[in-house]
C-alpha cells in the first residue's frame, strides 16, 4: 500500500474488516517467509471497497493467512461484488467488563505497526477526515477484544474475523461483550454507555482449512 503505483493514498483510506487464519504453530525465533498482494475490489454502500491478501510460510508450509478490507470513500461506480462481513447481529450480548483507553495507545502503536496515518495520531488530521478526535487503529482494537477471549493455552489453528463499525474517539471508554458457543466465540466492543458498536468479531475454526485438512487425511 506503501508503493508508488497504489492507486490510492494511505491518508483517508479507512479499514473495514479483517479475518486472520492461522494454519499452523509459530514458535518464537522461527523464520518466516511472507507475502504480500492485492485481493481485488468489492464494491460498498460509501464507496470502494478493497482488499490486501498477507501470507506467511514456515518451513515451506503456510502457518498464517490475513484477509483485510479497506474502503476508500466517494466512489461513484464501485468495482466488484458486494462486501460481505458481519453484520450488528452477531454481536456478543453479554458483557465482560469495562476499560478507558488513554490517546497514547494510538502513538505506541503506530511505533510498533510503522501505520502513521494521521487519523490516529493528529487533532487536524482528524479533523480533516470528519473525525472529533483522533482514533484508535482498528487492529489495535482487535487484538485488545482478542486478549480477553483468547483462551490461555496456544492456538495452534483459529480463524478470527471482525467487522470496524465505529472508531474509538481517543481518549475515550470501551465496554466488552463475548458469547461463547459450540467452537465459537463472539465478541464485539461497544462504547462506555454499552449502545454504540464499534467492532464485532468472531473466534473459532476456519471450516474451509478444516475441510482441505480433512481431505488430505482421506
Known sequence: MMRRDFPYPLAGTVH????????GAMAIGGRLTVSAEFGGFQSHPRGQAFTILAEAQ?????????ESVYLRRGARSALGGPISTLSDEDAATTQTGAEAIARAVALRYARLS???????????????FGF???IAHGMWTKARALARVL??????????DVAFRAPI??????????????????????????????????????PVFEEELHAQHQ
Open 169 to 206: 474517539l481517543l481518549p475515550g471508554r470501551v465496554t466488552h461483550f463475548a458469547d461463547r458457543a459450540g467452537d465459537g466465540t463472539g465478541f464485539a466492543v461497544r462504547d462506555g454507555a454499552g449502545e454504540r458498536l464499534h467492532l464485532v468479531g468472531r473466534l473459532g475454526r476456519d
Open 114 to 128: 510503522g501505520d502513521r496515518n494521521p487519523i490516529h495520531l493528529s487533532w487536524l488530521g482528524a479533523r480533516l
Open 16 to 23: 473495514i474488516g479483517n479475518r486472520i487464519v492461522q494454519h
Open 151 to 160: 483462551p490461555a493455552a496456544p492456538l495452534e489453528r483459529v480463524a478470527i
Open 58 to 66: 514456515l518451513g515451506g508450509g503456510t502457518v498464517w493467512r490475513s
Open 132 to 134: 472529533k478526535r483522533p
